[in-house]
């Protein structure tokens, strides 16, 4: 039981697990569009059209993705007044996100004017951009707190060297950090993939800077949604 299928199995039945998937398949053809463009043109339109298909098929696995932030507000807002603050600000940024990103799978798809596309494309991404700066903060925070708190149960370790119980929380903290940390790695990159809509520069919007960042979010995604 529970060996790598079933893991895969479970992964996929989630719906961040096939997201994550489908967003790999998306920067990876990104990728190679970029790199075969100017020697087979031909094949760079079919990664092209397998980038393009993959980026609206994600769009319509979240569909009502923003009432997730607004559960996660009434279920656990935080624990202080500033994670409640951190929370209401990045929860909002990414309702904003997902809510907006509903319009322009329509204008894509041409259910709505493709016309409207361009301006629910910079809403959505200001939005997504918003709201991670604070998840990043809020989990940065959490990571401080947990290297305190883990010096301080280290230093009671050493006075009580047969403490389980202190050895076991730590071991919690350390398991918290890795995943705050992929939690920020992926968070970092899509702030550059949002960045590249918002302003567009030479950095954000290169093909190589934009197929990295979508794949260093996919992966650590991957990493928070496989079972363990």
């Known amino acids: 039981m529970n060996d790598i299928v079933d893991k895969l199995v479970i992964f996929l039945a989630k719906r961040d697990g096939i997201d994550k998937l489908v967003k790999t398949f998306q920067y990876v053809s990104k990728l190679v569009n970029w790199q075969v463009e100017a020697t087979h043109p031909d094949l760079a339109n079919r990664f092209k059209q397998w980038e393009v298909s993959s980026g609206l098929s994600r769009k319509a ?30 929860n909002a940024g990414e309702m904003v996100y997902f809510f907006f990103d509903h319009f322009l799978w329509l204008s894509r798809i041409g259910t709505l004017d493709a016309k409207l596309a361009k301006r629910m ?24 707190q947990g290297v305190e708190a883990e010096r301080k149960l280290i230093a009671l370790q050493e006075e009580e060297e047969d403490s389980k119980d202190a050895k076991e929380k730590i071991r919690k903290i350390r398991g918290d950090r890795v995943m705050r940390l992929m939690a920020v790695a992926a968070n970092v990159a899509d702030l550059i993939i949002a960045a590249a809509e918002i302003e567009p520069n030479p950095f954000c919007n290169h093909p190589l800077s934009l197929g990295i960042s979508g794949l260093v979010s996919a992966w650590a995604g991957w990493y928070r949604n496989w079972p363990s």
């Open 121 to 144: 494309s910079f809403i959505s991404a200001f939005g997504e951009s918003f709201g991670y700066i604070f998840f990043i903060v809020s989990d940065l925070i959490i990571m401080k």
């Open 61 to 90: 696995f979240r569909t009502g993705r923003f009432l997730t932030g607004f559960n996660g507000l009434r279920r656990n807002p935080g624990a202080t007044p500033t994670f409640k603050f951190l929370a209401v600000l990045a």
